[in-house]
């Protein structure tokens, strides 16, 4: 009887500290990085200010992801990336898939005001290039996307540069 008793304290405390525990294990600034880009978003292209689509940006997993939902002003087009801080590379890391089937895996940094994932290298007719994607918080709370395919020669082209611009929620009156 005393074993049980004292097996049911042990187990009883031990769940009352698991409910009162503070720590969070995706809490440090680097988990926090990202941050800047969450919320609810019209994207416009960069270049000519036309509609590129609509993003929501959210945490889940207790803090320790970012799920990015995105519905291209093209009807018909969606994808969906999930990204997260792994401690374990000291990286971030980013995994993209839409509705055509097509995969983007990337990693990186923040540098400054800037989030930079890469790829890892590909190849194309024979060449080599990688793609890199650099999200830029500006000072006016917009976030700039900039996703860039760099090859050998330092050859550059840009698949999308789009401008992020936060959803203005209307209170009702």
């Known amino acids: 009887m005393r074993k049980s008793v004292l097996t049911l304290t042990i187990l009883l405390q031990f769940v009352l500290y698991a409910q009162n525990d503070d ?70 890391e980013q995994l993209w898939v839409d509705n055509a089937g097509d995969v983007l895996k990337l990693r990186g940094n923040k540098v400054d005001n800037q989030m930079i994932l890469v790829s890892e290298e590909f190849e194309k007719d024979g060449k080599t290039f990688i793609n890199r994607i650099t999200w830029t918080k500006n000072d006016d709370g917009t976030v700039r996307q900039l996703w860039q395919v760099l090859g050998e020669g330092n ?13 203005q929620k209307t209170k009702n009156r």
């Open 23 to 92: 720590s969070c294990n995706c809490c440090t600034e680097n988990h926090r990085a990202f941050d800047f880009w969450i919320g609810e978003w019209n994207v416009v292209n960069s270049k000519d200010g036309s509609p590129a689509g609509s993003s929501m940006i959210s945490k889940g997993q207790d803090g320790c992801v970012i799920h990015e939902k995105w519905t291209s002003a093209k009807a018909g087009y969606t994808g969906t990336s999930l990204n997260f801080y792994n401690a374990e590379i000291n990286q971030w």
């Open 155 to 167: 050859s550059v082209s840009i698949v999308f540069d789009g401008l992020y611009r936060k959803v």
